[in-house]
């Protein structure tokens, strides 16, 4: 049974910094590309970024301020939040897709989702 385990979200400052972690457990984690989503209040469930073994991909709202990585040998996949805004308020979900991808729904596995919210 594939699990995977969002952590790292809370309430921080605008211009704060936050790390995510997202662990996997059952399936072959290097053979996944991994990405990371969020949720607002009354919207739907956006890209932010992925990671393949080769190369990051992110949305135009956070390239320069958010990184994505890998630990293949952890089966971890990392969000590190930078200059955080406002805007940023969202659960973040972190998912296993067979390729790389903006679209949730070709997104096989999800996690359960972390809180994260930016003051003003």
């Known amino acids: 049974q594939v699990h995977l385990v969002e952590s790292g979200g809370g309430l921080v400052q605008a211009g704060d910094s936050l790390k995510l972690s997202c662990v996997a457990s059952g399936l072959a984690f290097s053979r996944y590309a991994m990405g990371w989503f969020r949720q607002a209040p009354g919207k739907e469930r956006e890209f932010v970024a992925a990671?393949?073994?080769?190369?990051?991909y992110y949305d135009d709202s956070v390239e320069g301020r958010f990184t994505i990585s890998r630990d293949n040998a952890e089966s971890t996949v990392y969000l590190q939040m930078n200059s955080l805004k406002p805007e940023d308020t969202a659960v973040y979900y972190c998912?296993?897709?067979?390729?790389?991808?903006?679209?949730?729904?070709?997104?096989?596995?999800w996690g359960q989702g972390t809180q994260v919210t930016v003051s003003s």
């Open positions: 998912g296993a897709s067979e390729f790389v991808t903006v679209q949730s729904y070709e997104y096989d596995y």
């Open positions: 990671v393949t073994n080769s190369g990051a």
